[in-house]
């Protein structure tokens, strides 16, 4: 059995993994999900989290619990702060999970990789919020294919608990260095597009999958829904986890 670690992507805390984390302990797996720093619940504001304060708690939460072979999931956004633990503590990671993610090259920031309309908006709504903050409106008929599979008690539940992003972890540039993580067996659960087209990615060095590419060990698998698979198939999501583990 596998100490597993779960990494939330934006907007959520360590609850958005519930019902994955509740299947793979029954399994027999070690499972710890996180709450990374600017997600906690009574947050009220994003000051001095950034990319390096969120992955500088995870190798604390890893290293605190002194965990080793560790299977270290992250979805989406949490992959940042994944890759550069992963960077920081390679030799207790065994495996690193990205769901619906991947890593990117030093000095590439999330930010980068979104259309420059999409990174003025989210811009302007942080700086008129004022906290350093930016929000998702979980709007099924403005986000159709993200939102797949989501029933309207996930999406309820996702409105009432899900917390504005600090927009400083999306503006910073990933900070990864050691040849060691690139040893480390990576595998990507691809949700939103078909394994193949994935491959295909890889091969082409788009800026999500260079790092993914670079890997000495990589695996594609294939979970066919929407980008937030722990409510939508979170039985198959945890089955994945666990065959990835063992």
């Keep these: 059995m596998a100490n597993i670690v779960l990494v939330p992507g934006y907007w959520l805390g360590a609850w958005a993994w519930d019902r994955v984390a509740e299947p793979l302990r029954a399994a027999g797996h070690e499972v710890v999900a996180v709450t990374l720093p600017g997600l906690e619940p009574d947050r009220t504001d994003g000051a001095g989290v950034d990319l390096a304060a969120q992955s500088r708690a995870l190798v604390d939460e890893i290293t605190t619990r002194d965990l080793t072979d560790v ?5 989406s956004g949490g992959a940042f702060a994944a890759y550069e633990a992963l960077d920081r503590i390679p030799e207790r990671i065994a495996r690193i999970v990205y769901v619906d993610a991947g890593p990117v090259a030093a000095g590439i920031s999330f930010a980068d990789l979104q259309e420059p309309e999409e990174r003025a908006r989210i811009e302007a709504e942080v700086a008129a919020r ?5 929000v998702y409106p979980w709007d099924p008929a403005a986000d159709p294919v993200m939102l797949d599979g989501l029933s309207d008690t996930d999406l309820a539940e996702l409105r009432a608990r899900a917390m504005p992003q600090p927009y400083a972890v999306a503006a910073s540039p990933q900070q990864v260095a050691d040849p060691a993580r690139l040893r480390v067996p990576a595998h990507l659960i691809t949700c ?55």
């Design 71 to 75: 299977v270290l999931a992250a979805h």
């Design 192 to 246: 939103l597009f078909p394994a193949e087209q994935v491959e295909a990615m890889t091969a082409a060095g788009h800026p999500f999958m260079a790092e993914f590419a670079a890997a000495e060990q990589r695996t594609v698998h294939s979970l066919p829904t929407g980008h937030w698979p722990m409510f939508s198939r979170p039985k198959d999501l945890a089955e994945l986890l666990s065959d990835i583990a063992g």
């Design 130 to 134: 004022g906290d350093g903050r930016y």
